[in-house]
């Protein structure tokens, strides 16, 4: 079979790339290439599957019909092992060969799980998708002590899930603390004292080096090990410590690899009709200047968009993004973009302040007085004002004392810059 698109990849990218593809090309054909049966459901929505109890239909990112709505060939539950950008064909697990004018590599991220002796046990699992979170829901029941190693976004989402099931959850962190990608030391206690009065423990500064089996099973978990040594009894382990760019089945001969696909702002990698987005891609990150992997969902869905039109022929460039977390997990709401553990030196200006007993915290990073980076925990109205300073680099020199009061918006601006924002919405 041949298509006019391909895309490998049913999540956000590959739906932000169909929609754009038909919104200009309404006749040809399309074909999404899935190793999921239902590719079309929210990945951040996973631990509320879990932990929440919400059906499919809650967490589906477009209805079940979008496929057919756009006239998409979905192809579900099959693996694409093999991209060839010369030929312009994608080959199947079941070695079925599609062919293509236009591809897009939507593959999304796998899972990253260190080598740790034990680690093919039953009972340990990886939480990145819907399929994850159904393999740990049915083993759950029998289960009461769960360790989940990374301490990131995923693994926290993960211990909120666990905890309100009711389950006794250790946290084990290599690092010395917990979201130390999206906060700084400050925001991370406030969060770890979150997590430890809703009944989890935290170890930080530590890995799992071994995964111990029952007494009466070894093939079965039950408990882990430490690089200290220290032992602890457990039912179930839970790899939750981010993902990695899933590009093994892409020859780097023909398309240029560093850590994820490169690509241009228009989302087209170093191959003719072949474009990439999402956790597989390195894309313009506005903050920094520069290309690199943001495993970010809104920025995947912005990232398909950008391609798909570019694949349709309609010239769009990718306006760039920068690490951002909208989060509430246990009842603290987080918001956090851009650099916000910047080197110590000059360069940077932090302001900052922060009610511990309230978990209250804000932090405001400049460059030249310029915002490259912001927490805002507890208190995070108008976080969309900062975030458009930010966004078009905005001199905030005269406003510093304003920027950091927990009021602060858009009556706080000066009108010449109020009047700017304003048009820009």
Known sequence: ?????????????????????????????IAVISD???????????????????????IIYRPLKFWEEHSVKIIGGKKVVKVDARAREVTLEDEEIIGFEKLLIATGGKPIIPKTDGADKKGVYTFTSLADAQALEEKLSGADKVVVVGGGLIGVSLTEA???????????????????????SKGSAIMTEAVEQAGAKIVTGHYVTKILGRKDSEAQVGGVVLDDGTEGASDLVVFAIGVTPRVEIIDPNQIKINRGVVVDRSMATS???????????????????????????PLAYVGGRVAGSNMAGLK??????????????????????????????????????????????????LRNNIVVGMILIGKVENAGVIFDLLKNNVDVSAMKEKI??????LLHLDEPIRREMLRRE
């Open 36 to 58: 999921e049966p239902t590719p079309q459901y929210s990945k951040p929505m996973i631990s509320e599957y879990l932990g929440e109890g919400k059906k499919l239909p809650e």
């Open 404 to 409: 950091i009061s927990e009021d602060f918006g």
């Open 162 to 184: 666990l905890v309100k099931l009711h389950k006794n959850v250790t946290v084990v962190e290599l690092k010395d603390r917990i979201l130390s990608l999206i906060l700084d």
């Open 271 to 297: 191959a003719p009709s072949v474009y990439a987005c999402g956790d597989a891609a390195e894309a313009y990150d506005f903050t920094y200047g520069d290309s690199r992997v943001l495993p970010l969902w």
């Open 316 to 365: 769009v460039e990718y306006p760039g993004g920068t690490q951002m977390s909208a989060l509430n997990y246990f009842d603290i709401p987080v918001i956090t973009v851009g650099i916000v553990n910047p080197p110590s030196g000059d360069e940077y200006e932090i302001l900052s302040n922060v009610h511990q007993e309230n978990r209250v915290y804000r932090k405001i990073v």
């Open 1 to 29: 079979m041949k298509f006019k698109y391909v895309i490998v990849g049913g999540s956000a990218g590959g739906i932000g790339a169909v929609e754009a593809i038909r919104a200009i090309d309404k006749i040809g054909t």
